[in-house]
C-alpha cells in the first residue's frame, strides 16, 4: 500500500446531532455504533492503517465519552490529543481552535467530519492534493439518491430505481488542509460558508473524486443502512473496539 506523507489529522466531534436520538442522548455523533464500533473508531482505524502518527480530536458535547473510549490512541497504533472547545464554536471555529493542538501546526494535515466512515487510499488524496498546488482538497463522493426515481416512457412509468447513484459530486467531509488556511478560519462558524467561497473564487479550492466506499452517517436510518454495509463488506472491527453488539445497531 502507498504511504501518504502527511502524517496528522484532525477529527471534528464536537456536534450534538439531536436528528440522531437517542443515539447521541449520552454520548456524541462520533460514538454513534455503527455494526458496534463507533464511527470514530472506523475511523481512527483508516487513518492508522494508512500511515497517520498522531490525530487530535476537536470535541464539545459529551467529549468525555470520546476520550474514555479512545484514550491516547495507542490501541488503534497512534496518538490522540484533545482539543475541548469551552462553548460551540461551529465547525469553523472548531478546526480553527484545535488546529493548534496539532502535533506539527505549520505542516499539511487531514480533517473529517465525525460523522463519516470511508476506505480510500490518502497516499493518492495527498499525491493529488500536492500536484495540485491549492490551499484545501475536498473529498468528492457520489450522490445518492434519498428517493426512489421514476423511470419514464413519455409519461408511462416503466418503473423505479430505488436510490440510484446521480451524475453530482458531494462534500465528503474529507478534507487535505495547508496550514496557511488555518488563519483564514472563522474564530466562529462554518469553514463551509465562509472560508471555502473565497479560496473557490481564488482557485484554490480542489476536489478530489472519491472511488471507494464512503457514507455519511446523518440520520437512524444511515446507523442501520451502514452497519449493514460494514458487516456484508468485512470492514467490522474487532471485538475488542465493539461498544454495542453488532446484531442491534
Known amino acids: ?111 473529517l467530519n465525525g460523522d463519516v466512515i470511508t476506505a480510500f487510499s490518502l497516499a493518492d488524496f495527498a499525491d493529488f492534493h500536492h500536484k495540485q498546488a491549492g490551499s484545501v482538497t475536498v473529498a468528492l463522493a457520489p450522490y445518492r439518491s434519498n428517493w426512489g426515481v421514476a423511470d419514464l416512457d413519455g409519461d408511462r412509468i416503466r418503473g423505479f430505481v430505488q436510490s440510484p447513484q446521480l451524475p453530482y459530486w458531494i462534500n465528503a467531509g474529507i478534507y487535505l488542509f495547508t496550514p496557511g488556511v488555518v488563519r483564514m478560519l472563522p474564530k466562529k462558524g462554518d469553514h463551509e460558508d465562509t472560508t471555502f467561497p473565497r479560496l473557490a473564487e481564488a482557485g484554490r479550492l480542489i476536489g478530489y473524486r472519491v472511488s471507494g466506499y464512503w457514507r455519511g452517517i446523518d440520520t437512524v436510518k444511515d446507523v442501520r443502512e451502514a452497519s449493514a454495509e460494514v458487516q456484508a463488506s468485512g470492514r467490522m472491527l474487532p471485538a475488542d473496539f465493539h461498544t454495542t453488539d453488532p446484531s442491534i445497531s
Do not use: C, N
Not at 501518504?4 to 464536537?14: D, T
Not at 494508512?50 to 474514555?68: D, L, N, Q
Open 1 to 111: 500500500m502507498p504511504v501518504s506523507p502527511v502524517k496528522q489529522a484532525l477529527i471534528l466531534a464536537g456536534g450534538q446531532a439531536t436528528r440522531m436520538r437517542p443515539y447521541t442522548e449520552d454520548a456524541p455523533k462520533a460514538m454513534v455504533p455503527i455494526a458496534g464500533s463507533p464511527i470514530i473508531g472506523y475511523q481512527l482505524a483508516w487513518l492508522a492503517e494508512h500511515h497517520v502518527k498522531s490525530v487530535t480530536v476537536s470535541g464539545g458535547y459529551k467529549h468525555a465519552v470520546i476520550e474514555e473510549y479512545v484514550g491516547d490512541g495507542t490501541r488503534f497504533g497512534l496518538k490522540v490529543r484533545y482539543a475541548i472547545e469551552d462553548e460551540p464554536l461551529g465547525r469553523g471555529g472548531g478546526l480553527k481552535f484545535a488546529a493548534r493542538f496539532l502535533a506539527d501546526p505549520d505542516r499539511p494535515f487531514f480533517v
